[in-house]
């Protein structure tokens, strides 16, 4: 079992910027490709950015491409994205969610919600114009 916690969300204006972070239980975290997904209101859950478990390969949404970067520390079982520029319509719920992966899929970005194992609560974020 993974427990996953994130933190950081919270009411900025446009043109602000947010660090989510995302805490990971467990003692393999090394072996988790990462993900991070919103819910905005009356959507279904999207796909924002992720990265394989070496953080060699990351992937982004298109809607989020030049604006926010994903990270991840292993040493601190934590994975962060970098909102820049935000805007009223990147207003949603942040996941955080893990995959855990093997050495033949360790290279990949999973970008696909049903793709994960384990999710976390999620962190509000408010964009306001």
């Known amino acids: 079992q993974v427990q996953l916690v994130e933190s950081g969300g919270g009411l900025v204006q446009a043109g602000d910027s947010l660090r989510l972070s995302c805490a990971a239980s467990?003692?393999?975290?090394?072996?988790?490709?990462m993900g991070w997904f919103r819910q905005r209101p009356g959507k279904e859950r999207e796909f924002v950015a992720a990265?394989?478990?070496?953080?060699?390969?990351?992937r982004y949404a298109d809607s989020v491409k030049g604006r926010f970067t994903t990270s991840r520390d292993n040493a601190q079982n934590t994975v962060y994205l970098e909102m820049n520029s935000l805007k009223p319509e990147d207003t949603a719920v942040y996941y955080c969610a893990v995959k855990v992966t093997t050495f033949t899929t360790r290279t990949y970005a999973y970008t696909g919600k049903n793709d994960y194992d384990y999710w976390g609560r999620g962190t509000q974020v408010t964009v306001s114009a």
């Open positions: 990265h394989s478990r070496s953080g060699g390969r990351i």
């Open positions: 467990g003692r393999t975290f090394n072996n988790y490709a």
